[in-house]
C-alpha cells in the first residue's frame, strides 16, 4: 500500500512539473510576442533619427487612448525623460515614464518592460535611446497587454484543468489496480 502511494505521488509530482513547464513556456511565448511590433517600431524611428528624420515625422498621426486601444503608439521622450512628441495618450496626457526606465535604456541600448501608467491599464512597452541631428533622446513604442492577458488567463483555467484530470486520472487507475 506505501509502495503504491509513493507510485502515485510520483506520477502526480511528475503531471505537476509538466503541468507548470507547460504553463511557463506558453506564458513566456505569449508575454515576449506582445513586445515584436514595438521591437521594430523602436529600433525603425531609433535608426531614423540617427538617419536625420524629424522627431515629428516619427509620430504616427493618428491618436491612441492607451486606456481603451489595442494600437501600438509611440512617444518620443528628451534626454531627461519628458515627453516631446507622441500619439498615445492617458487621459487626454502623454505617458509619463520614471527616469529609471530610460537610464536602463540608455546602460543597455534598449528596455523591454511592462508599464502600469493607472490601474487597469498595462502596456508592453520597448524603449530606445536615439542621437539624432535634431534631437538626442528616447522612442517608447508601445501597446495594452489587455488580449495577452486574457490569452494568460485562459491558458491558467485550461493548465489547471488538465492537471486536476490527470491527477484524477491517476488516483482513479491506482484504485483500480489495486496499489492503492
Do not use: C
Not at 16 to 30: I, N, P
Not at 77 to 99: C, F, H, S
Amino acid at each position: 500500500m506505501l509502495w503504491g502511494f509513493a507510485l502515485w505521488a510520483g506520477a502526480a509530482a511528475a503531471a505537476t512539473l509538466l503541468a507548470g513547464t507547460l504553463y511557463v513556456s506558453v506564458q513566456q511565448s505569449y508575454r515576449q510576442g506582445a513586445n515584436d511590433p514595438q521591437i521594430e517600431i523602436a529600433e525603425d524611428i531609433s535608426l531614423h533619427m540617427q538617419e536625420g528624420a524629424a522627431i515629428l515625422d516619427q509620430v504616427p498621426k493618428d491618436s491612441v487612448d492607451v486606456g481603451k486601444s489595442l494600437s501600438p503608439f509611440v512617444i518620443m521622450y528628451d534626454t531627461e525623460g519628458n515627453p516631446i512628441a507622441g500619439n498615445g495618450y492617458l487621459n487626454q496626457k502623454l505617458i509619463q515614464v520614471p527616469k529609471g526606465v530610460f537610464d536602463a535604456a540608455q546602460a543597455s541600448g534598449e528596455n523591454r518592460l511592462t508599464l502600469e501608467p493607472q490601474s487597469g491599464v498595462r502596456i508592453a512597452a520597448v524603449i530606445k535611446p536615439f542621437v539624432g541631428r535634431e534631437a538626442n533622446g528616447y522612442v517608447l513604442a508601445g501597446r495594452s497587454l489587455r488580449e495577452v492577458e486574457q490569452r494568460e488567463s485562459d491558458l491558467t483555467k485550461l493548465v489547471a484543468l488538465g492537471w486536476a484530470g490527470t491527477l484524477a486520472v491517476l488516483l482513479v487507475a491506482a484504485f483500480l489496480n489495486k496499489i492503492l
